[in-house]
C-alpha cells in the first residue's frame, strides 16, 4: 500500500469500512492456505479492526442483488461485491486492480 493511501487510512477523521465480503475472502484464502496469519483471522480481524476504529460493513440482500447489474468486467465475485457495496453505499475503494476503475465506482489507487 502506498503511502499516501496509507496516511488517509490511519486519518482519524477518514471513516473507514470494512465489509463482511472482505472477512469471507480473508476466510477462504486462509482456509486454503493462500493467506497466512500468525494467528487465526477470526481472533486477529475484529480485534485490529476494533483497535483501528473501521465500521464494518455488512452484506445486504441490495448489495447482492446490485452485482447482478454490473457489466461483466470483472469475474471476481468478491470483488463484483465490493464495487456493488460501494456504489449503492456512495463510498470509495482502495484497490491496485485497475479493471475496478472501468466501474462506475469511486476508486482510491492503494499503489499511491
Known amino acids: 500500500m502506498g503511502a499516501a493511501t496509507r496516511a488517509l487510512i490511519v486519518d482519524p477523521t477518514t471513516l473507514v469500512w470494512v465489509s463482511a465480503a472482505t472477512a469471507w475472502e480473508i476466510a477462504i484464502k486462509t482456509a486454503l492456505g493462500r493467506l497466512e496469519w500468525d494467528e487465526p483471522p477470526e481472533i486477529c480481524l475484529p480485534r485490529e479492526l476494533e483497535r483501528s476504529a473501521?465500521?464494518?460493513l455488512p452484506?445486504?440482500?441490495a448489495h447482492a442483488?446490485?452485482?447482478?447489474a454490473l457489466p461483466v468486467h470483472h469475474r471476481?465475485?468478491?470483488?463484483?461485491?465490493l464495487i456493488?457495496?460501494?456504489q449503492l453505499e456512495?463510498?470509495?475503494l482502495v484497490t491496485a486492480?485497475?479493471?475496478i476503475a472501468r466501474y462506475d465506482v469511486s476508486?482510491?489507487?492503494a499503489r499511491q
Open 54 to 56: 473501521f465500521a464494518q
Open 59 to 61: 452484506v445486504s440482500l
Open 65 to 68: 442483488l446490485a452485482v447482478r
Open 76 to 81: 471476481d465475485p468478491f470483488d463484483r461485491l
Open 84 to 86: 456493488a457495496q460501494a
Open 90 to 92: 456512495q463510498l470509495s
Open 97 to 99: 486492480d485497475p479493471i
Open 107 to 109: 476508486t482510491i489507487d
